[in-house]
Each structure stands twice: as structure tokens, then as C-alpha cells.
């Protein structure tokens, strides 16, 4: 069971947008703003797309966006696209070296 | 594109040992925290060991301490993780990793399989 919780799935037309949660506790996502995202498809090593909450790396789109409220975090994904299509992972710093990841949502485009 | 070039995957023996090696481009490895995370399919992500950019200060997770030890050699850009006493729970793609609060560089993974 992974320390983070994100829903298994999520979905959304071309063109719309959607928002994928990840549930942390006090000690990780509530307590650091080091909450990072990453996208990976099939066969491929994870991408970073988010750090530090909202940031992101040279060369993602800006249609991708993160934000946090208390100990909840969210990636949203704007204007879909087929290629959006890929499985999400959040992961946060809680300290003492640790860092810790969610289970993943496999984001589909209808 | 920068890379991260990970070897030293393959199929083990429970209670067998295997090292696995990392190289990186100098400008992205030097003095930086890097890591192995490993993937599996029913356990996710997981960050299993850290290092220190200059050595001194190691992280492992509690389910490998005492089994698997990580270190580097900066003199050659590279990370090491020797991994003793494998468990089929260890089974799983190892990743080499850059950063300590989040991970912006990684390697195309390693398989990792320990069976009989």
C-alpha cells in the first residue's frame, strides 16, 4: 500500500480538462511544499513534470498545473490531448531522507 | 537528453546477490543527491536508497537495511547498489535517480528478477 493515495483511474475528452487527487498526511504533502508529479507511458521511465507544488521543468506544457490544499495535492491537466494519455505519479519529501510516492492514476482520453 | 545509463539487472536466486551500476553525465551527478527507486506493479514507486552528493550520508528504506548498500564513485560519474540476500519481494525495474525532494533526472531502469 503506497503512502500516498491517488485514484486509480481518471478521464477526459481532447480538449477538457481534468484533475487527479493525492491524499497525503500531516507529515508529508501537509507538511512540505515538495509535492512532485510525474507522468510515464508504457515501457518508459517516469518524467517529472511538477516539483515544489506548482513548478515546472523546462519544456512541459502549461497545461499542466499543480496546486495543494492541507494535505491533499492535485495535478490538473488542461486542454487534453491523446499523448496526456500515461499513468500519473505524486510523490512528497516527509523528511529525514524519506520520500514518498502514491500508487499512480492511469489517465485516459476518451 | 541527458542520461542516465543503469546495468547489472537480471534474474537471481532467492537469497542471491546482485550489483547494480548507474552512469551519469558529469554535469548532472556531481555533488548531487541521487537515489535507486524501484517500480513495481503491485507496490508502485519507491525510493529504496539515497546518497549524498559527496558520499558521507546514505538513506535506505527499512525493508532493505542491512541487505542493500548504496554508494558512489565520483571520480567516474557513477552510483552502485549491492544488493545481498534478495527476496522475490525485491523483484521489481530499479531506476537511478537525481534529487532528494523530488526526482528530475531518471535512468531507463533495470529488471530486476529474483526467483527460483
Known amino acids: 500500500q503506497s503512502a500516498l493515495t491517488q485514484p486509480p483511474s481518471a478521464s477526459g475528452s481532447p480538449g477538457q480538462s481534468v484533475t487527479i487527487s493525492c491524499t497525503g498526511t500531516?507529515?508529508?504533502?501537509?507538511?512540505?511544499?515538495?509535492v512532485s508529479w510525474y507522468q510515464q507511458h508504457p515501457g518508459k521511465a517516469p518524467k517529472l513534470i511538477i516539483y515544489?507544488?506548482?513548478k515546472r521543468p523546462s519544456g512541459v506544457p502549461d497545461r499542466f498545473s499543480g496546486s495543494k490544499s492541507g494535505i491533499t495535492a492535485s495535478l490538473s491537466v488542461s486542454g487534453l490531448q491523446a499523448e496526456d494519455e500515461a499513468d500519473y505519479f505524486c510523490?512528497?519529501?516527509?523528511?529525514?531522507?524519506?520520500?514518498?510516492f502514491g500508487g499512480g492514476t492511469k489517465l485516459t482520453v476518451l | 537528453e541527458v542520461q542516465l545509463v543503469e546495468s547489472g539487472g537480471g534474474l537471481v536466486q532467492p537469497g542471491g546477490s546482485l550489483r547494480l551500476s548507474c552512469v551519469a553525465p558529469?554535469?548532472?551527478?556531481?555533488?548531487?543527491?541521487m537515489n535507486w527507486v524501484r517500480q513495481t506493479p503491485g507496490k508502485g514507486l519507491e525510493r529504496v536508497a539515497g546518497?549524498?552528493?559527496?558520499?558521507?550520508?546514505?538513506y535506505s528504506v527499512d525493508s532493505v537495511k542491512g541487505r542493500f548498500t548504496i554508494s558512489r564513485d565520483n571520480t567516474k560519474n557513477s552510483l552502485f547498489l549491492q544488493m545481498n540476500s534478495l527476496r522475490a519481494e525485491d523483484t521489481a525495474t530499479y531506476y537511478c535517480?537525481?534529487?532528494?525532494?523530488?526526482?528530475?533526472?531518471w535512468g531507463q531502469g533495470t529488471l530486476v528478477t529474483v526467483s527460483s
Open positions: 535517480t537525481r534529487g532528494l525532494r523530488w526526482n528530475d533526472y
Open positions: 558529469e554535469s548532472i551527478f556531481r555533488s548531487e543527491w
Open positions: 546518497i549524498t552528493g559527496d558520499g558521507s550520508e546514505a
Open positions: 500531516s507529515s508529508d504533502v501537509g507538511g512540505y511544499n515538495y
Open positions: 515544489e507544488v506548482t
Open positions: 510523490s512528497s519529501y516527509a523528511g529525514n531522507y524519506n520520500l514518498v
